[in-house]
């Protein structure tokens, strides 16, 4: 595997679990602030624009994330599982 397409997936994988994170500190605070159980505020997703944004701001951290990763295996001589 290259390491563009290590460094796909790694993204990939660290975006999909902070953006779950994400929509459940968004869900947490919603219910709070509309006094609703948690669950009836997970049910619904935030709107179009504020997801948008959420997912800019997870994807940005996610490529850093990934960049770092790359860069700490390098350095450590780690062989990566992929």
């Not at 947490?28 to 505020?41: C, G, H, P, V």
């Not at 948008?52 to 860069?71: D, K, P, R, Y």
């Amino acid at each position: 595997m290259s390491r563009l397409e290590k460094q796909v997936v790694i993204t990939g994988i660290v975006f999909s679990v902070f953006m779950v994170e994400s929509l459940i500190h968004y869900s947490m605070a919603e219910s709070k602030s509309e006094r609703t159980t948690f669950m009836d505020a997970f049910s619904t997703l935030p709107d179009r624009n504020e997801l948008f944004t959420m997912a800019a701001i997870v994807l940005t951290t996610s490529i850093i994330s990934g960049l770092l990763i790359s860069e700490a295996e390098k350095r450590m001589g780690a062989k990566s599982a992929l």
